[in-house]
């Protein structure tokens, strides 16, 4: 899930800082090393004075005498000026990545959110065209949700939703995205699947809501969902699979609730 993720930056951004204040440690002490032998260096210069020609030999006791010659005060400030920006700019690109990844999340869920559904599916769409493959679009709403509001409070309500949600994610494949579509309502983009299979992960998916959800603390009865379920072989476009799974789910729900109802667009 998205949490992972934005966990592996954190981690990767206290790495690289402290990689910078180590390398600004080796480089303090490669200083004071290189100052400290500085006179010994000069001299095997001079005994190899016949291998090394004049030109460079005055370009290489040049270098050493400006890092001789520069203070001890002047270069910590220097390496320090440079640490502090190294440091500021891989703590601007973690906040950039770590903002960036929460803005597509439902924290309450722990799901992506819908405006990452539409940037995903007109993606997996220019894949699916690209390669031929089918592409299916599940959305499922929770029957009579607002009952759990209602009867037992909007803590057991956020409850019901995080229990939902754990459920679909372990329903479904890795290549599979769930969504917090809003609300009460989920989606799942299916891709690389046959009409068939689609058919029976929603079926799945049902089953192990309504099994599953019987352990759900206070709520007396299961909790059950309706779902829709579009799986295209062309002619993809995206405002017209997700109206074609939200009409469907609406036929689910008027068909009882607790259903699955499912179509396939093959052009």
């Not at 320090?80 to 869920?109: A, C, M, N, P, Q």
């Not at 909007?154 to 019901?160: S, Y």
């Amino acid at each position: 899930m998205l949490k992972k993720e934005l966990n592996r930056v954190k981690l990767t951004g206290y790495f690289l800082e402290t990689f910078a204040v180590a390398t600004f440690i080796i480089m303090i002490i490669f200083y004071l090393t290189i100052a400290g032998n500085i006179s010994s260096v000069e001299q095997s210069l001079e005994n190899f004075r016949g291998l090394v020609d004049g030109a460079s030999l005055l370009e290489i006791k040049g270098i050493l005498s400006s890092v001789y010659n520069l203070s001890s005060v002047n270069l910590v400030i220097s390496l320090v000026t440079i640490l502090f920006f190294l440091i500021l700019s891989l703590y601007l690109l973690r906040t950039f990545l770590i903002v960036k990844g929460e803005s597509l999340i439902d924290h309450l869920t722990g799901l992506y959110n819908r405006r990452f559904f539409i940037s995903t599916l007109n993606k997996e769409i220019i894949r699916a065209k690209r390669f031929k493959h089918p592409l299916s679009v599940i959305l499922l709403d929770i029957d009579h949700f607002k009952i759990y509001n209602d009867k037992y409070g909007h803590k057991t309500g956020d409850r019901v939703l995080r229990v939902i949600a754990k459920i679909l994610m372990k329903s479904v494949r890795k290549i599979d995205t769930v969504f917090r579509y809003g609300g009460e309502e989920f989606a799942i983009i299916v891709p690389e699947t046959s009409f068939d299979e689609v058919s029976l992960l929603a079926e799945r998916i049902r089953y192990n809501v309504e099994i599953s959800s019987k352990k759900i603390r206070r709520v007396k009865h299961p909790v059950t969902i309706s779902l829709g379920a579009a799986t295209y072989k062309k002619e993809y476009k995206l405002s017209k699979m997700v109206d074609d799974a939200d009409k469907l789910l609406y036929e689910a729900k008027s068909a009882g609730r607790n259903v699955v109802k499912k179509a396939y667009f093959g052009g």
